[in-house]
């Protein structure tokens, strides 16, 4: 069986915007291609949204944010589980045009879908089990009082995403967004529209009140200022390049909306000389050429203690040198394929030239480094390791969003930490150990979001996930994601007799 494109209703039926309820186009009529990156082919062309049509979303969710604030939080958890029902009734479609749009094969797409309905399920889950507390206080004027903390939606919010998942990175912001009573407004990147659009089309005919949750498509640099910077617009977050991340906090700050910013990463792995070197080697493999290393959370710079470096990097080629590399749109739908493309023609330089600057200063290529062969027609870059890289290099410096990774041997753990903290980036990071001294050392001692501890670099819903440092400010995921859309307010009961 092999893959096929999505067919023509699927994606002509996407070409449109979903503001206050409707379909429609962009104010002006623009629209805009968006292309296969395995072969270049169009898959559909979509609204190139303006300022106006930000506008009109705004203007529909502010008419509908009380009524949504009052619903009652299980009619909210309800239509929301409907949602969800009709998301898994059209599952399949829905990774078809996310591998379509993003380049990544469709057990991969497919997992992307999942993965977002888990955390879509969770927060639908939660949303009748948010509570305020009762506070004890000091009477006043002679008389008794007690306190109360009352959490209040914080009001319309907006969620821009990424081209890299572009789902899961949505449902962290739907789910909590909607069950904390909040109007929410998606802004996708400009390259993965479609599968968004169809999810929130999905979602609201579950039966949403219009403008609850509405998509705009088109450019972050022509829409991106007016929803961050819109007077009536309470809540802003961001998954995307630490850049943007900079010019989003400066916008919305202007207003003092509350902002999240979930940015790049350069995750350090350790790996200890007592560690189950096969099960290490799988997670330096799956957590650096999944997504065709475009991952925020992924191993972006490995390191391998001297006593087990030999037979661990014989390991580790052996195993990636089997990593098939393929066009989605032509493999077989159980492939042995593991990995797609680079999503775009820049990533790829990108990449490029962060391993010809490492090359130039002493790295070197112990697999891959090129594009392949006989794949011509996309955005393909094989999956490369590299040795002796000097800490100077962009492979190091840079955030590195392809299928690189830098190896670096190391002699005693305190240097190995260092050598992770000293990265710009803190967002996540692992150690791979049996010895429960050195795994908590890790933990407390690398400056980052998560540290995993024999475990690959995955995002679980139940957690909260985030970084510091250029990696971001606040937490998706978990119950903590939702606090980020309630306002706290404390409230004083006094003049209490008896
Ligand atoms: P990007 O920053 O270029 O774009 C992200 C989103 O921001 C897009 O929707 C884009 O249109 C929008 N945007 C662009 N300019 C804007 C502006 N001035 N105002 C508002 N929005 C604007 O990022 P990308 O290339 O799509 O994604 C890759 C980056 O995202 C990498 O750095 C990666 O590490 C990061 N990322 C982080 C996480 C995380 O959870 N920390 C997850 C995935 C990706």
Redesign the pocket.
Known sequence: MTQTAPDQSTTSDLTHMLIGGEKVPSSTGATYEVKNPANGQLVATVARGTTDDVNKAVAAAKAVQKQWAETPAEDRAALLFKGIALLEQNKKEIARILSQEQGKPLFEAAGEVHHMLHGLTFYAGLASKIRGSQVPVPPAMGKHSYGMIVRRPVGISVG??????PLT?MGTKVGPALIAGCPIII????TTPLSTLKVIELLNEAGLPAGVLQCVTG???EL??T??GHPDVRRVA???????GK??QQ?AGQSFKRVTL????SDGMIVCPDANLKAAVNGAMVGRFWNAGQ???AVKRLYVHEDVYDDFMSQLKDKVSRYELGDPNTVPEKPKVRMGPLHAEFQRKEIEDQLADAVAKGAKVVLGGKRPEGLDQGFFFEPTIVENVSEDSKLVTE?V?GPVLPVFKYKDLDEAIAKVNASEWG?GSSIWTNNMIWANKAVREIDAGVTWVNMIHYGYDELP???VKA??IGR?HGPEAVDFYLEDKGVVFGGLEG
């Open positions: 821009i995403t990424p081209w890299n998942f990175l802004k996708p990147a400009q450019f972050g640099s991106g200022d929803l961050t961001l998954t995307g390049s630490t850049g943007v010019r989003v916008v979930e940015l790049g990463g991952a925020c959370l955030e969003f967002l996930f985030g970084g990696s971001g998706e």
